[in-house]
């Protein structure tokens, strides 16, 4: 079965230092890679998405993620953070299962940024 | 729009109560979904509907019974709950149930008393 490591559970960082948050996948077919974001209180927005293309991919709010095949890596970056950030953040990986495709997620990194 | 909406926010309800979480969509995705999210872990898959046909059951005990009465919406009747059920429910919905990203709505935090 499909899992997803998310290596850091707490990040804690002041304002404008840079973020780098890892995630492994365990699939060795093709999938699709998702970081989604629940703010306190808020649902679960979708930060990025890679399909296929350009490994590198740009999101909403200044973040950015790499799909690393050979390390079966999609870690998430942003070089500078704001207290705004602070949130919980998921990786998620969509690999087929039985028939449909499944999304597994990581267990989650909860940032916190100071002010 | 980009909405996935759910109703009611809050529930709290008794061992031996019948309630419904409603859900709706507008964004004419085909599949829907239900999830579960305990406090501070990952939404866990629990039904997912393709067509308004149920596709997926996740092993869920029967005290939950999902319904798709039309493409829109989603329901999810609840019966003789225990506590260890309360979490977050969470609807989600996708173009397909191929590579396509879910949208998901806020969630109904439900607790069992």
């Known amino acids: 079965a499909q899992s997803v490591s998310q290596h850091n559970h707490h990040v804690i960082l002041s304002e404008a230092a840079s973020l780098e948050l890892g995630c492994n996948y365990s699939?060795?077919?093709?999938?699709?890679l998702f970081w989604y974001v629940q703010y306190p209180g808020q649902h679960l927005q979708l930060l990025l998405k890679?399909?296929?293309?350009?490994?590198l991919v740009k999101g909403i709010k200044g973040f950015e993620a790499e799909f690393i095949k050979s390390k079966f890596s999609f870690n998430l970056r942003k070089p500078s953070v704001q207290w705004s950030d602070t949130a919980e953040y998921f990786c998620?990986?969509?690999?087929?299962?039985?028939?449909?495709?499944?999304?597994?997620f990581g267990t989650g990194t909860r940032l916190l940024v100071s002010p | 729009d980009t909405e996935v909406t759910q109703t009611p926010k809050h529930l709290v309800m008794g061992m031996t109560n019948k309630k419904s979480l409603k859900c709706e969509q507008h964004?004419?995705?085909?599949?829907m979904y239900w999830y579960k999210q305990k406090a501070k872990k990952p939404p866990e898959l629990m039904f997912v509907?393709?067509?308004?046909?149920?596709?997926i059951n996740e092993s869920v005990p029967s005290r939950f019974s999902p319904e798709c009465p039309n493409s829109s919406l989603l329901n999810l009747h609840l019966h003789a709950l225990q506590p260890e059920d309360s979490a977050l429910y969470l609807c989600?919905?996708?173009?397909?149930?191929?590579?396509?990203?879910?949208?998901f709505g806020p969630g109904t935090r439900l607790t069992v008393t």
């Open positions: 964004m004419g995705h085909r599949a």
């Open positions: 998620a990986v969509n690999a087929p299962y039985t028939g449909f495709q499944k999304l597994v």
């Open positions: 509907y393709s067509y308004e046909k149920l596709s």
């Open positions: 699939y060795g077919g093709t999938v699709n």
């Open positions: 890679y399909f296929s293309g350009d490994p």
């Open positions: 989600a919905s996708s173009l397909g149930t191929g590579t396509y990203e879910q949208y």
